[in-house]
């Protein structure tokens, strides 16, 4: 009987350990914002380590101290004797903090100018140190900006002019709506209430208005079939993954900014994946279960629905990944119902994925473990914080400046709304999807595994199409770009197009200053690298979707076709558009 017992209670001693350092790291990542502190002082402590051993650096660093300080002084003197004197340093073309006409009084100038000068010395100090590789360099770089952002003068009333006018001119009244208004954003967080103004944009009313129905259902997704709005469609469907990170409607998400209903009254049949937003329950959905039963799943019904027609396949952001991984493996066993493949702010391959990857190290995907290991997920606000961490200038210390300072509350859009309705990850797919793919690279590399064999992405043969945005912070687009050397497809069309990983992808036709650049290359053309690319491709005004839907048309039967029924012979329509799963908080 106690030989019987042994192996528990050894088992048990071997794993309280672990379970205590995970319990541990899962409370300390409550305080620490998700960020390891292992990690962070691991890079640190490099850094320090290479700038002691490098004391010409510590020289330099000394002497632009002083030319900085004297480079400042000499402009004093110069403003004090005539006007107009230009800024002896000027902000980037991306930094507005300053750039109101109350910064260029005294003593405001000298504060701000002398705030910019410290942040291009950090940045001096933070880089070009012998030895210090360029992965702890740029983390290093990262955490400096985050810091200096945070003491930025444009962040303090008292140095603020804009804020001190605004309290002048009101009689501080300012102050007053800014504390109602960081009240209100309190209580709101604390009880999950959506930010002032979402309610104004409700979904399958504002948002998401796109006839359909839906016509199949699984745990993990609901298929969505469009209606048609014209009397005959081409044969062809087209099918659109969009990311589990976000709620699909990015996509349609009103009736004038929707990509579904434009392709739609262009004569597509369209079908849309809406994902189940997952709870505790899913923890150990993995990425083979996304596949199985999103992508997969769906293009079996859409082939039930539309016989004997090739798909279009389409993905945006990971949804474009699991895409790319669903083609790999058909293209590997024989499935030939693709017709193209089109991924939207898509990387494949991780070794350059911006900022987003800077803290994606082992340390750190340990701890988000840790994290997700209690409750079975990430939580949308967790996510949601690490991409405002990219752009925590435009998205915290601007917003607190505007909404608690100055007491002016921006006003809502349909975007903003969207992209305050938060998802959740479930704990084993997101672990995967950090390990397999941003840590080990596996799937650029030919290493990542499918049922019981590799995949590779030169064994798609379909022809592709790749959108990438000019200023994206989650899939650069260099990182996109490297379809190019991954794929051995026939034709690879690349399309860069003006704005950030949303807001340029929403670019509808008539949208105001949208341009893009564009170029097909065939299979035997000789590589041109992303900035020789970028600079020789001419620049065209307008939106993208024209040039997308018109390249589709080229790839699908000229002779168009009576519209399918909705949900065929097998798939009877199961509710209207959006569904039930873009519902769920």
Not at 57 to 74: N, S, W
Not at 399 to 426: H, K, S
Not at 554 to 563: L, T
Request: with cysteine.
């Amino acid at each position: 009987m106690n030989q019987n017992r042994q192996p528990s209670s050894l088992l048990s001693t071997r794993y309280a350990p672990r379970m205590m350092d995970q319990a541990f790291k899962a409370n300390m990542a409550t305080l620490t914002g998700g960020i390891t502190p292992a990690g962070v002082s691991t890079v640190i402590y490099e850094w320090l380590a290479h700038l002691a051993m490098s004391p010409g650096k510590q020289m330099e660093l000394a002497e632009d101290v002083g030319f900085k300080v004297e480079h400042l002084l000499r402009h004093i003197r110069r403003a004090n004797m005539s006007t107009g004197t230009q800024p002896c340093i000027e902000p980037t073309l991306q930094d507005d903090r300053f750039s109101g006409e109350a910064w260029s009084r005294w003593p405001y100038n000298f504060i701000y100018q002398s705030f910019l000068l410290q942040q291009e010395w950090w940045e001096n100090a933070t880089t070009n140190i012998d030895g210090l590789s360029k992965s702890t360099e740029n983390v290093v770089s990262f955490i400096g900006r985050q810091m200096l952002d945070r003491w930025s003068p444009s962040n303090f009333p008292w140095l603020n002019p804009e804020v001190i006018d605004a309290t002048i001119q009101q009689g501080g009244m300012n102050f007053v709506r800014g504390w109602e208004n960081f009240c209100e954003d309190r209580e709101r967080r604390l009880t999950g209430c959506p930010p002032v103004g979402a309610e104004q944009f409700k979904v399958g009313e504002d948002l998401a208005t796109t006839p359909g129905k839906v016509v199949y259902r699984n745990h993990l997704i609901e298929l969505i079939q469009y209606t048609p709005t014209t009397k005959k469609v081409y044969a062809e469907p087209v099918l659109i993954v969009p990311a589990w990170i976000m709620k699909y409607y990015i996509l349609d998400l009103t009736a004038e900014k929707s990509l579904v209903r434009y392709l739609v009254d262009q004569g597509h049949t369209v079908f849309m994946i809406s994902w189940r937003n997952p709870t505790s329950e899913d923890r150990d959905l993995g990425m083979g279960s996304y596949r199985r039963l999103g992508p997969a799943a769906a293009l079996d019904v859409v082939s039930a629905i539309v016989p004997d027609q090739k798909i279009h396949a389409v993905g945006y952001c990971l949804g474009g990944t699991l895409l790319t991984i669903q083609a790999a493996m058909m293209a590997r066993d024989g499935d030939d119902r693709l017709a193209s493949m089109s991924t939207l702010a898509t990387q494949v391959d991780f070794t350059e994925a911006g900022e987003l990857s800077l803290f994606i190290t082992e340390s750190e995907v340990d701890y988000l473990e840790s994290m997700m290991q209690e409750r079975g997920y990430l939580g949308g606000y967790q996510m949601a914080g690490a991409f405002q961490l990219l752009r925590s200038n435009d998205l915290v210390w601007s917003r607190m400046v505007r909404e608690y300072m100055l007491g002016e509350r921006q006003p809502m859009i349909a975007l903003m709304a969207w992209n305050a309705d938060l998802t959740r990850m479930p704990y084993q797919m997101h672990s995967q999807y950090l390990r397999r793919l941003y840590l080990d690279n596996d799937l650029a590399a030919g290493r990542y595994i499918v049922g019981d064999r590799p995949i590779a992405i030169t064994d798609i043969n379909v022809p592709l199409f790749a959108v990438a945005t000019q200023s994206d912070h989650v899939a650069p687009w260099r990182s996109a770009y490297k379809i190019h050397l991954l794929s051995d497809a026939e034709e690879v069309t690349f399309l860069l197009t003006s704005g950030g990983h949303n807001a340029g992808i929403v670019s509808e036709p008539g949208h105001p200053r949208r341009t893009y650049q564009v170029e097909t290359r065939k299979e035997r053309e000789s590589y041109i690298d992303p900035d020789t690319w970028q600079q020789t491709i001419p620049r065209q005004q307008g939106s993208w979707w024209p040039v997308w839907q018109a390249w589709l048309v080229e790839r699908s039967a000229k002779e168009q076709v009576a519209p399918p029924e909705m949900g065929g012979q097998d798939y009877s329509p199961i509710a209207d558009a959006p569904g039930t799963y873009v519902l769920q908080q």
